[in-house]
């Protein structure tokens, strides 16, 4: 097939296409001003004398299209209706009797339901909507990408509030190579508190808590180690790098140190590279909503990926079967997975009159009861085989979805 013909066969599956959504079967009674001069019965495209509603020659639909404002909305709503019965036929079949609209659909009942991959658009689409308005915005701003300092910050008010015990908090700042900030104290503000009597003790001696006395804090006061300065154990920093580390800008120390004074890392990543990375993490730490909202935008993606890898994994677990082919695969994922989204929104909308893990109990329950019906009603298998391909790919497609996950979060970082 030529260009030319592959072109002219579009043009005409566009029109047929249009024309079955618009109820086109014949023109409208009242001509408009820019219809051909040609008797009915012609057609408008190469004269030929009509057979039928579509020209046999060249395979135009014999209609201008012309429409009154009236005449769309009664074919709208013709349309709606026509789409609201296949709504009926598809929707209750594909949520309570999984398996059946794969199953009638790869038997060639195919017009009565709603077209698989449209079926998929519509449920994902739904539930991201329901998904945005039930969540609302996440909180962001005091998310930052550094290092063991802004981790330091963080445990320092977690013991300040009591959440964390005085041993657990200085191990876990010593294992940062970061030093306690001078006058913390769990569960209260030492500056509203009063004096300690062990102060006074320790001032009595001409030392103060948190000083020499105090091995922990030998290291210096400072919650933020200077690059290339003292204030920390030298072994410590050269351990973990909390020389360079320090600041909302540790990850772009790590990922470029020639660029702050320090040698440059043995990495196989070249410059170029790394600077790239660094400007994406410096760029997330501007404005932290970033990330959240360019992982946003990649998730339908990664989504849609999913679902012929998934048609794939269950090709797999048939490949010694004859007679079913990658196309039915396929249309057993997509209708497995619009049941899972809509599923989904169900979850979401219920989670919160019982709970989230409630909800996300009964999805998961749900999901393999799903896909046991599936191997049982399509492919026919027995109850013993269909557990074991259910409970096979539960734990493949457990490891695709985590690395679907971090390249999410890895194209959000590289596209922020």
Not at 101 to 128: E, H, Q, T
Not at 174 to 196: C, F, H, K, Y
Not at 292 to 300: K, M
Request: glycine share 12%.
């Amino acid at each position: 097939m030529g260009g030319d013909d592959f072109d002219q066969t579009a043009d005409t599956v566009t029109e047929h296409v249009a024309a079955a959504g618009l109820g086109v079967t014949t023109r409208p009674g009242k001509r408009a001003r820019l219809d051909p001069d040609l008797p009915d019965g012609v057609c408008q495209n190469c004269e030929t004398e009509l057979e039928g509603p579509v020209c046999h020659n060249c395979g135009q639909v014999d209609d201008t299209y012309h429409r009154s404002a009236g005449a769309l909305v009664r074919q709208i709503i013709d349309g709606f209706i026509n789409l609201d019965g296949r709504v009926a036929r598809t929707l209750p079949r594909l949520m309570v009797r999984p398996g059946r609209v794969s199953g009638d659909y790869l038997s060639g009942k195919r017009a009565r339901f709603i077209p698989p991959f449209r079926l998929y658009i519509v449920a994902s689409l739904l539930m991201f909507l329901v998904a945005g308005l039930t969540t609302g915005d996440l909180d962001l701003g005091e998310l930052r990408v550094g290092g063991p300092a802004a981790v330091g910050e963080h445990l320092t008010d977690a013991f300040e509030s009591g959440e964390l015990e005085e041993t657990e908090y200085r191990q876990a700042m010593q294992s940062l190579g970061l030093s306690i900030p001078p006058g913390v104290e769990a569960g209260r503000d030492v500056s509203e508190s009063g004096p300690d009597p062990q102060d006074e003790v320790s001032g009595q001696e001409g030392t103060e808590v948190g000083t020499a006395d105090d091995p922990a804090m030998e290291q210096g006061a400072a919650v933020e180690p200077a690059p290339g300065g003292g204030g920390s154990d030298a072994a410590t920093a050269r351990r973990y790098g909390a020389e360079y580390w320090g600041g909302d800008d540790g990850m772009a120390r790590l990922l470029v140190p020639e660029d702050y004074g320090k040698p440059a890392p043995d990495s196989v990543l070249p410059y170029r590279v790394r600077r790239y990375l660094a400007d994406r993490v410096l760029r997330i730490n501007e404005d932290p909503a970033r990330l959240w909202e360019a992982s946003l935008s990649w998730i339908p993606r990664i989504l849609f990926v999913l679902v012929p890898v998934y048609a794939g994994l269950l090709g797999l677990t048939y490949i010694w079967r004859r007679g079913f082919f990658y196309y039915d695969h396929l249309i057993v994922s997509v209708h497995f997975h619009s049941a899972l989204f809509l599923a989904l929104t169900f979850a979401i909308l219920i989670g919160h009159l019982i709970g989230a893990g409630w909800a996300t109990l009964g999805l998961l329950i749900y999901s393999n009861v799903y896909l046991y019906k599936v191997h049982r009603v399509v492919y026919e298998r027995s109850r013993f085989t269909s557990i074991l391909r259910t409970l096979t790919l539960d734990v493949v497609y457990f490891f695709v979805m985590l690395i679907a996950i971090m390249a999410v979060v890895l194209l959000g970082i590289l596209s922020a």
